[in-house]
């Protein structure tokens, strides 16, 4: 019987969504100091609705700082802008509609797929191709699972699927939760942005507190053998 000692899997990562967006420079500057505080994966831009051209240059003026500290810009829904925005990929709700914003993405960009009310709609996504997909975020009525249950659907998906998932998380509790659960990213919002401390001072504890939940349900290396002919 050969062993070998597999190190530990990593922890999971930031995931920030923003406020809607309609004044970007102050937010831009804001970022820049988060992102230099913590390990952020990506940024999910979300957009107040108004014209394209207005849409797009609030992404480009959010960019550099997104995109300089090695942070994938994705854009929540408008999947027509992505390309013209130098955005790195887009967020869409629902099977259908990551489907239809396939052609104008792929190969080149990102995409992500949420709104996955049952577990055939998530196998669906990952089948069609989504690089990631949430569980967990507010339905069109403001509804979600329990934490207990999102958990239970990350913990389901990491077991037995390749692309990776991520957890919505409105607390810290939740993000710790879901860290455990296996989640590979921690999608976190308006409670890091409302926080009374400061954004930077939330979003540091945050990841801390993701990485210590991580760590005591997949922290050690495990030792894998297979038979020798």
Known sequence: MASKLVPPRPAPRLYLATPPVDEPAQLAAELAGLLAAADVAAVLVRLRETDPRGMISYVKALAPAIQTAGAALLIDGQP????RAGADGA????VAAM?????????????????????HDSMAAGEAGADYVLFGEP???????????????????????????????????????????????VLVGDFIWSDPRGAKAALVEIGEAIAQAHAGTFGKAKVEGKAEG
């Open 139 to 185: 339905d069109a009525k403001g509804q979600r699972p329990s934490t207990e249950a999102i958990a239970e659907r990350l913990e389901w998906w990491d077991e037995l699927f390749e692309p990776p998932c991520v957890g919505f998380a409105t607390s810290r509790e939740e993000a710790e939760a879901f860290a455990a659960a296996g989640a590979d990213f």
């Open 80 to 83: 027509d802008i992505v390309a």
């Open 99 to 119: 489907e239809d914003a396939m052609p104008a993405l792929k190969p080149d960009r990102i995409v992500g797929a949420g709104g996955l009310a049952t577990r």
């Open 91 to 94: 967020h869409l709700t629902g």
